[in-house]
């Protein structure tokens, strides 16, 4: 083999490792570039919004999402719902208004009585405002545990007994103090939900 067929081979191999190595290299810059763009776990606990197609969702249902460390529910509600939630009195709840508690519980941009944007769609993180336990979803009319006739539907904490409607608005007469809250949140689209952002910050 001449000297000349050597060189030419030698040069080959260079030309090659240097491609390889300059296309890891591409990698290693692309990848941290690429995984901003979604949001780590850590970011997620800190805050990140969180997104939720609601397209399939039918009146009763309810959903579970987690945000900040927090469960926040997402329900429809249907027309007979929405009604009943009318007729609840200042007897009835402790704070019907949404205007005696000063920790704010819910958004400026939401309607009082059904404590939402949409009328429809309900949206509340799901933590007693007593001790931080988590009330079960009792969506039924007239639960006999619960009050009979007077119960319209809501949840229910078993922890040490309060109830909240299904507008997140505490009964008068039970521990927990305040209504449950409303996220930020607002709708990207028809069926979709962006828990963690209001609408003026969309």
């Not at 800190?46 to 579970?64: H, M, T």
């Not at 059904?114 to 639960?143: D, F, N, Q």
């Not at 930020?184 to 969309?202: E, M, T, W």
């Amino acid at each position: 083999m001449s000297g000349q067929e050597i060189d030419l081979k030698k040069r080959r191999f260079l030309t090659n490792a240097t491609s390889v190595v300059g296309a890891v290299g591409v990698g290693f810059v692309a990848w941290p570039f690429l995984s901003s763009w979604m949001p780590s776990a850590r970011a997620k606990a800190a805050g990140a919004p969180v997104d939720v197609d609601i397209s399939k969702l039918e009146p009763g249902q309810l959903v579970r999402v987690l945000w900040r460390k927090k469960p926040v529910w997402i329900f429809k509600r249907d027309t007979t719902t929405l009604a009943n939630l009318e007729m609840f009195t200042d007897e009835d709840l402790a704070d019907k208004d949404g205007t005696k508690d000063s920790k704010s519980q819910q958004p400026a941009y939401i309607t009082q009585s059904h404590r939402a944007i949409k009328a429809e769609i309900a949206v509340m993180v799901g933590v007693c405002t007593h001790l931080g336990c988590s009330p079960t979803y009792r969506p039924e009319l007239g639960a006999a545990d619960l009050g009979g006739d007077s119960w319209k539907g809501g949840f229910y904490c078993p922890c040490h007994g309060s109830k909240f409607d299904l507008a997140g608005r505490v009964y008068a007469g039970v521990p927990a103090p305040t209504n449950l809250v409303v996220p930020p949140y607002h709708f990207v689209s028809d069926s979709l939900i962006r828990v963690g952002v209001d609408p003026k910050a969309s």
